[in-house]
């Protein structure tokens, strides 16, 4: 596959206002689709342990088009200068980041601007483990939050849904990104399933790999539809397995730089 002929095809594919809104209407969140995905979540009571949920990362981390998501170039040394400042040249959705509704909707919201109540929240994991080792494009669809919620009970509003697949132990290895052919693959969430969160009030959902959407989507609907109705989603999430499927409250410390539309985020997670 070629890359940036994936990326063309995002920027040719963006939608107009009135489609985005009327998407948005068409989930009954008419009022998120002005970025008002607000909701006074229900926190879990805390052991006090703290699961850090944030990849480190540097130049060789794997992005989406390739390149290096963080340049370093050293400004002042701690010999002769007595104390050390690198200038960092950082792009927006590398590492374990934030995607904003500004992403993929032109009049969305930044990053800067999101809900401070959302970025506290509960935090619900599905795994989908076994469905990614069957295929690596799985997808969470909507039927595997259904029985998430038959087995853990509602999900709240203004939660956090994550994809638990598994796809964070293969970091550092080729096959995070790419298959042996050099195609995207990895799994993602389904259309089917972030509709329904939606409808459910939810505010956020992650993904333990590079994107939203599965690497073998063309059309990046969950991208398109999931962002401009106010939501936001999170990428490259660690640690998943070390947290119950629910009862842990979700800390995200999204960046607050003006018209972001997105940013390197530190995640944290209590239980």
Same mark, same amino acid.
């Given at each position: 596959?070629?890359?940036?002929?994936?990326?063309?095809?995002?920027?040719?594919?963006?939608?107009?206002?009135?489609?985005?809104?009327?998407?948005?209407?068409?989930?009954?969140?008419?009022?998120?689709?002005?970025?008002?995905?607000?909701?006074?979540?229900?926190?879990?009571?805390?052991?006090?342990?703290?699961?850090?949920?944030?990849?480190?990362?540097?130049?060789?981390?794997?992005?989406?088009?390739?390149?290096?998501?963080?340049?370093?170039?050293?400004?002042?040394?701690?010999?002769?200068?007595?104390?050390?400042?690198?200038?960092?040249?950082?792009?927006?959705?590398?590492?374990?980041?934030?995607?904003?509704?500004?992403?993929?909707?032109?009049?969305?919201?930044?990053?800067?601007?999101?809900?401070?109540?959302?970025?506290?929240?509960?935090?619900?994991?599905?795994?989908?483990?076994?469905?990614?080792?069957?295929?690596?494009?799985?997808?969470?669809?909507?039927?595997?939050?259904?029985?998430?919620?038959?087995?853990?009970?509602?999900? !709240?509003? $203004?939660?956090?849904?994550?994809? =638990?697949?598994?796809?964070? &132990?293969? %970091?550092? *290895?080729? /096959?995070?990104?790419?298959?042996?052919?050099?195609?995207?693959?990895?799994?993602?969430?389904?259309?089917?399933?972030?509709?329904?969160?939606?409808?459910?009030?939810?505010?956020?959902?992650?993904?333990?790999?590079?994107?939203?959407?599965?690497?073998?989507?063309?059309?990046?609907?969950?991208?398109?539809?999931?962002? !401009?109705? $106010?939501?936001?989603?999170?990428? =490259?999430?660690?640690?998943? &397995?070390? %947290?119950? *499927?629910? /009862?842990?409250?979700?800390?995200?410390?999204?960046?607050?730089?003006?018209?972001?539309?997105?940013?390197?985020?530190?995640?944290?997670?209590?239980?």
């Amino acid at each position: 596959m070629c890359h940036a002929c994936v990326i063309d095809n995002v920027k040719k594919s963006m939608l107009s206002r009135r489609d985005l809104f009327r998407g948005a209407a068409s989930l009954g969140v008419a009022s998120a689709a002005a970025g008002i995905v607000s909701a006074r979540p229900a926190l879990a009571q805390s052991t006090g342990k703290v699961v850090d949920l944030t990849h480190a990362y540097d130049g060789d981390f794997p992005t989406f088009d390739g390149n290096p998501g963080i340049l370093y170039k050293s400004q002042f040394e701690h010999d002769p200068d007595g104390y050390k400042i690198w200038e960092l040249t950082i792009y927006e959705h590398t590492g374990t980041h934030i995607d904003a509704p500004l992403h993929f909707a032109a009049d969305g919201i930044s990053v800067a601007e999101l809900e401070p109540e959302n970025l506290v929240c509960p935090l619900c994991i599905v795994d989908i483990k076994a469905k990614a080792a069957e295929d690596p494009n799985a997808m969470l669809e909507a039927e595997d939050v259904e029985a998430w919620i038959s087995e853990n009970g509602e999900i !709240p509003e $203004g939660a956090c849904v994550a994809m =638990n697949s598994g796809w964070a &132990d293969k %970091l550092g *290895a080729e /096959g995070y990104r790419n298959d042996d052919e050099g195609n995207f693959t990895f799994p993602g969430f389904a259309k089917s399933a972030t509709d329904m969160l939606a409808e459910m009030g939810v505010a956020s959902i992650g993904v333990d790999t590079l994107s939203l959407d599965p690497g073998n989507s063309s059309d990046f609907a969950v991208h398109y539809s999931w962002l !401009p109705s $106010g939501h936001f989603g999170i990428e =490259n999430l660690a640690q998943l &397995d070390a %947290l119950p *499927a629910t /009862g842990a409250t979700l800390f995200v410390g999204a960046p607050k730089h003006k018209q972001g539309t997105g940013g390197p985020a530190r995640i944290l997670a209590v239980i």
